[in-house]
């Protein structure tokens, strides 16, 4: 089973890249199959690649079900 959660941008990189921040981890990732980043924006990543962006609501509802499905606080996927 794959799973692609959602991450926030937190830095717009060279050459197609980004960095992004999920529950205090931050990962540089692919943005090729995505365009029209922008810091804040949340894209859904898998392997190391946005393979779309998503709405802040959207995101935010997906995190807090992540964290319920883990037992963890909402707030904490964050």
């Known amino acids: 089973m794959c799973l692609a959660i959602p991450a926030q941008v937190r830095e717009i990189l060279p050459d197609g890249m980004a960095r992004v921040g999920l529950d205090g981890v931050v990962k540089e ?3 090729a199959l995505v365009g ?19 709405d802040a609501v ?6 807090a079900l992540l964290a319920e499905a883990a037992g963890a ?3 904490a996927m964050a």
């Open 29 to 31: 990732i692919s943005t």
């Open 36 to 54: 029209d980043l922008a810091v804040g924006d949340y894209v859904i990543v898998h392997v190391g690649f946005a393979l779309s962006k998503i």
């Open 58 to 63: 959207e995101a935010e509802r997906t995190l």
């Open 73 to 75: 606080p909402a707030e």
